[in-house]
């Protein structure tokens, strides 16, 4: 979003706060208004069951590294955000991948789980809206998995970056926070909230023992996080009907047109629709064809930039589309013209 319209959604409260912004330190676990602002999203939760910090890389960071070390053990759904596999790994942590298959729809097996689980699992991942699939598990599945945490007594971190964009909001699921005393919700103000440069993220659990661990870890990262990026959250924040309805309808209107689009091209592309987030995860199905040299082929001729698979450690022809731009239609017109051009 651009600054201007995040500040013409102030209330009079928010409004002087930032006209009469004084830019020293802020407290280390975050604004109090802004703390409770975050807590009003999950069921049950106040203020002090929230920690914010410098963006949701901070965030895994801290939390990895105060969970998990050298004999630990760790499960993460597979292809995914980067650090939540590896920062878990760089503590010393063994970690298994959950990995997702598009036959299955990208949906996690539970059953499998349950077997990954071991005597030394310390943390289970698993993200919801997925990143890079667009897959959300069913009730029964996050039930499941929420039951299998709870009797390996490790803690179960949910990544919920891209919350509030389901598809269908019956299909949202409870929050980790409010799903088990030790469920970790993460969340961030950029995806659903479309203010990435904020870096703003947050960790909200009922483990406030957790949550003092990772606040004296923080102390070595950042400390704290910006007076004014605190504030246009809190902005952000106490508008996000007006915020998250802007983002829905982007992701709406842009799923459509690549419905049609993978509708057209059903013989060149596969495509798992996403059922929330931003992204989806198509696969290039022309025999022979690297969606690798493809895509570099596509970003040098026409500008648009996609992410391969590879990108993800992930082996096969998938990439990553974005949904959440405003240019997507100028941009899905180039790479059907370069499609057409060496796809034909």
């Known amino acids: 979003m651009p600054m201007a319209e995040v500040l013409a959604l102030a209330d009079d409260e928010t409004r002087s706060m930032w006209d009469g912004l004084a830019l020293g330190y802020t407290e280390s676990t975050g604004h109090p208004l802004l703390r409770r602002e975050i807590a009003e999203l999950y069921d049950g939760l ?5 920690l914010v910090f410098a963006g949701a890389e901070e965030a ?5 590294n105060v ?3 050298p004999g630990d053990h760790a499960i993460v759904t597979w292809p995914g ?4 596999y590896e920062v878990a790994r760089a503590t010393g942590a063994d970690v298994t991948l959950h990995e997702l298959h598009e036959e299955a729809d990208w949906a996690i097996d539970a059953d499998q789980v349950r077997r990954q689980v071991t005597a030394a699992t310390r943390l289970i991942v698993i993200n919801a809206p997925h990143n890079p699939t667009g897959m959300l598990p069913d009730r029964a599945t996050f039930d499941d998995v929420v039951d299998l945490a709870e009797e390996a007594g490790a803690w179960l971190l949910v990544d919920e970056v891209y919350r509030f964009l389901e598809f269908d909001e019956g299909d949202r699921l409870p929050t980790g926070a409010h799903a088990s005393p030790r469920g970790v919700s993460l969340g961030v103000m950029s995806k659903s909230f479309a203010m990435a440069g904020l870096r703003i993220g947050w960790l909200a659990t009922r483990d406030r023992e957790l949550l003092a661990r990772c606040a ?6 950042t400390i704290c996080s910006a007076a004014p990026s605190e504030v246009l959250a809190l902005i952000g924040l106490r508008a996000r009907g007006t915020v998250l309805g802007r983002s829905r309808e982007i992701v709406a209107a842009n799923l459509e047109r690549v419905d049609a689009f993978f509708d057209e091209w059903a013989d060149r592309f596969s495509w798992v629709r996403p059922r929330g987030s931003s992204v989806g995860f198509p696969r290039l199905t022309v025999p022979g064809a690297s ?3 493809w895509a570099a082929e596509l970003v040098e001729s026409e500008g648009v930039l996609l992410l391969p698979a590879s990108q993800f450690g992930y082996g096969g022809n998938h990439f990553r589309l974005g949904l959440g731009r405003t240019d997507l239609p100028t941009a899905l017109d180039r790479l059907e013209r370069h499609a057409a051009r060496t796809l034909r």
Do not use: N, P
Request: glycine share 4%.
């Open 216 to 221: 004296a870890f923080k102390d070595y990262t």
């Open 81 to 84: 955000y980067q650090s939540l």
């Open 291 to 293: 969606i690798d040299t």
């Open 67 to 69: 969970a998990l070390g």
């Open 46 to 50: 106040e203020a002090d069951d929230v």
């Open 60 to 64: 895994i960071f801290c939390l990895a």
